[in-house]
């Protein structure tokens, strides 16, 4: 397979395919939690994409250069949560700074980045598939763009949701459940795309 033709299937099918959060079922926390305005899901998408692009790179270079270098393979996790946390850090700053009302939105959810088992899965799963430095950021790049698709969907979704007539035991938690469901039904339809 052509390398620009692979690299096209890795960012396909990391956004669609095997998309985060509704094939993978990682990252469910700020999923449900953020995504009661698609402006603050929006935001969520953007910090996560800019966490798991970057770290995606640092964590593979780190692996590579340092742990493989050392033998000390084993610390993987430590020093991948390391690096996420000191990522997170520095995106809270900057939108702390520029946008105090997105902060203040996010809330809880935006510190919590650095436990987001999808940015953790993503590094891991970039090494354990032996990604090049390329395939490692166009794998990362697209899990983060599918993570933040679907957190704006179903965000859009949710807002519509709150116009309807729902009955009141369905309101709120349950519907979201049953919406979030369905959606993770409909990326199942993704699956037979790229073998």
């Not at 033709?5 to 959060?21: A, D, G, P, R, Y």
Request: hydrophobic letters at 55%; charged letters at 10%; proline letters at 3%.
């Amino acid at each position: 397979m052509d390398y620009a033709v692979k690299l096209f299937v890795i960012l396909l099918s990391s956004i669609l395919v095997n998309n985060f959060i509704m094939s993978r079922f990682l990252g469910i926390c700020p999923f449900l939690g953020v995504s009661k305005r698609v402006s603050t899901a929006m935001g969520m998408g953007l910090a996560v994409t800019f966490v798991i692009a970057m770290s995606s790179v640092i964590t593979y270079l780190a692996h590579h250069f340092i742990l493989v270098k050392l033998n000390m393979e084993y610390m993987q996790t430590l020093a991948f949560i390391l690096i996420i946390a000191a990522l997170v850090q520095f995106v809270e700053m900057v939108i702390q700074k520029t946008s105090p009302s997105l902060y203040q939105a996010l809330g809880v959810y935006l510190p919590l980045i650095t436990t987001n088992c999808a940015v953790l899965g993503v590094a891991i799963i970039n090494i354990e598939e032996g990604y090049d430095l390329l395939q490692t950021l166009i794998n990362g790049t697209g899990s983060a763009l599918g993570f933040t698709l679907a957190i704006v969907l179903f965000a859009g979704i949710r807002e519509r949701l709150e116009q309807s007539d729902i009955p009141k035991p369905m309101q709120g938690f349950p519907i979201a459940m049953i919406t979030a469901g369905l959606m993770s039904v409909a990326f199942l339809g993704f699956q037979g795309l790229i073998k």
